[in-house]
């Protein structure tokens, strides 16, 4: 039965999108507004980010609304990552278990098919170059710009739910209200996405099925595959100092630089110079803040309530964990906006904190520890541990990025406790055969049988 509340989603991207879904299948009407126009129709980029990792979490999602097959048509399984060091050497490591994968796909092509379903579903209308300026809190009057009149208008919906980004201007009036707890860190790096294009066959000139990083210490570049033959490289670099953004200013600076620390993929970047300088430099920051909710008439979600760095390939998978919970939750409370909305940030708060200080950590790990040989060992000793005892111990990775129903608050205490075991261990090993090693296997069995 259609329902009378009128539901206002802000943001017609990725969490936007797959709510509105929700919400309407619940039998809500329910309208989207969009700042961008209609990515579908118009020649513009859904995004600095061109590709994302998309992992079970997400997975399940989709797979919800019945488009989690199409996309897997179009999506790439990456099952390791390939490191390259100055030389152009190749290192390994596997994500999982032999067929894990966490996988390469397009933001806009994602967008485009949530947005597809959404303008299908009868109770969902879209509005695009419709730009939230202002929320009146108490009355829920939102002030909105018309894009293509230039003319501001108002509405009043019952409900808002705001996915309107990481830097969102619903959370900017939520600010405004009494005891709103908010802070915001910028990482002292910003981004810039190049390319290397396919090779003249059409082919991947790097290993198609792997995310590339070229870990540099204090800086790295990685790689995902697309579709169409090409990689999208992200270069994580200083804002200042040496080398950084600021210290390369020519193409020849530029152009010296990559050949000397990412020879092999600068071989295959034509476009080098002209990308970097011509392409924006992103930046990098974590948003927490709370409560998420106002009055059971006002909800965060999505990068709008936590944004995270994206080092974890995790912030879109998280958002749409936010849609799955809430639908458990909307099915469960009904018209209870109040209950959905507490009980939803009481649920979701200490796992996006979570998953927002792994990401931080996560940099860490690929720019520099990835290089380092016992690192990768240590990983192939974690391996064993979880064959040996797989009720026991499953690899932090692994607990965030293929486990869809372990909260990420727990991965991260699990991962905590098996790393202190692992530091234990470590000491007594030097080589993969180690692990046989009475001392290592007594050690275990007292930890973990
Ligand atoms: C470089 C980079 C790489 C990333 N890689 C990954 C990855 O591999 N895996 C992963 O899971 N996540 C990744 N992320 C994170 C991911 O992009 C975000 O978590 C995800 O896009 C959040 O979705 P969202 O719908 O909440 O916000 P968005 O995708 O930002 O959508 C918000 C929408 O709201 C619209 N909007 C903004 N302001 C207004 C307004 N005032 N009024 C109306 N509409 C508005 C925007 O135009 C946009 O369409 C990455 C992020 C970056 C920056
Ligand atoms: N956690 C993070 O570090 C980041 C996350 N993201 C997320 O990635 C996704 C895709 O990003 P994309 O589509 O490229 O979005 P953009 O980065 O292009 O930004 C979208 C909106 O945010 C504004 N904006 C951008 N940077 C800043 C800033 N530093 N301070 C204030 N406002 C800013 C833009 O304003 P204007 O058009 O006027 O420039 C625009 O309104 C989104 O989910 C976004 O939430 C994006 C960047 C960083
Ligand atoms: N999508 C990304 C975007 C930027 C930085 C990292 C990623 C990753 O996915 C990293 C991957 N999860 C890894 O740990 O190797």
Request: with cysteine.
């Amino acid at each position: 039965m259609e329902k009378t509340t009128q539901l206002s989603v802000m943001g017609g991207g990725l969490v936007g999108c797959l709510l509105s879904l929700y919400l309407a299948k619940q039998g809500y009407r329910v309208d989207v507004y969009e700042r961008r126009p209609d990515l579908r129709r118009t020649d513009i980029n859904a995004g600095k980010s061109i590709n994302l990792a998309l992992s079970d979490r997400g997975w399940r999602a989709l797979e919800t609304i019945g488009i989690a097959e199409d996309i897997k048509k179009v999506a790439i399984p990456m099952y390791r990552r390939v490191m390259h060091d100055k030389n152009g050497n190749l290192s390994f490591q596997p994500y999982g278990q032999e067929n894990q994968a966490i996988y390469s796909v397009s933001r806009g092509g994602l967008n485009q098919a949530l947005l597809d379903l959404a303008e299908a579903e009868p109770g969902i209308s879209l509005h695009f170059q419709q730009q939230v300026l202002e929320v009146e809190v108490v009355t829920n009057k939102v002030t909105m710009l018309d894009a293509v009149s230039g003319q501001e208008h108002q509405i009043q919906p019952d409900v808002i739910f705001a996915a309107d980004g990481a830097f969102s201007m619903v959370r900017l009036s939520l600010q405004k209200t009494d005891r709103f707890n908010y802070e915001q860190s910028y990482l002292d790096y910003g981004y810039k996405e190049l390319t290397i294009p396919p090779a003249a066959d059409g082919n991947w000139q790097l290993e198609k099925n792997a995310l590339h990083i070229w870990p540099r210490g204090q800086y790295m570049m990685i790689a995902l595959p697309n579709i169409d033959g090409s990689f999208t490289c992200t270069l994580f670099f200083p804002y200042a100092g040496e080398p950084s953004f600021k210290s390369l200013q020519t193409s020849a600076q530029l152009e010296a630089f990559f050949k000397e620390v990412f020879p092999d993929a600068a071989a295959l970047m034509p476009d080098l110079a002209q990308e970097f300088f011509e392409n924006p430099t992103g930046s990098l920051v974590t948003v927490k803040c709370f409560p998420w909710s106002h009055g059971g008439k006002i909800l965060l979600l999505g990068d709008a309530a936590h944004a995270i760095v994206p080092f974890y390939g995790q912030g879109m998978n998280a958002g749409f964990e936010d849609c799955t919970v809430l639908r458990g939750l909307l099915e469960q409370h009904q018209d209870d906006w109040e209950t959905i909305f507490q009980t939803f940030q009481q649920v979701r708060k200490a796992n996006t904190d979570a998953i927002a200080d792994l990401a931080v950590y996560n940099f860490i790990e690929m720019r520099d520890k990835v290089a380092d040989p016992r690192f990768l060992l240590q990983k192939k000793i974690e391996a064993k541990i979880t064959a040996q005892y797989p009720d026991a111990w499953l690899p932090l990775y692994s607990m965030v990025t293929f486990s869809p129903d372990l909260p990420y608050a727990e991965a991260l205490a699990n991962g905590k406790r098996q790393e202190e075991i692992m530091r234990e261990l470590m000491v007594h090993i030097q080589t993969e055969e180690d692990y046989n090693k009475p001392a290592v296997q007594q050690y275990l069995q007292t930890q973990l049988a």
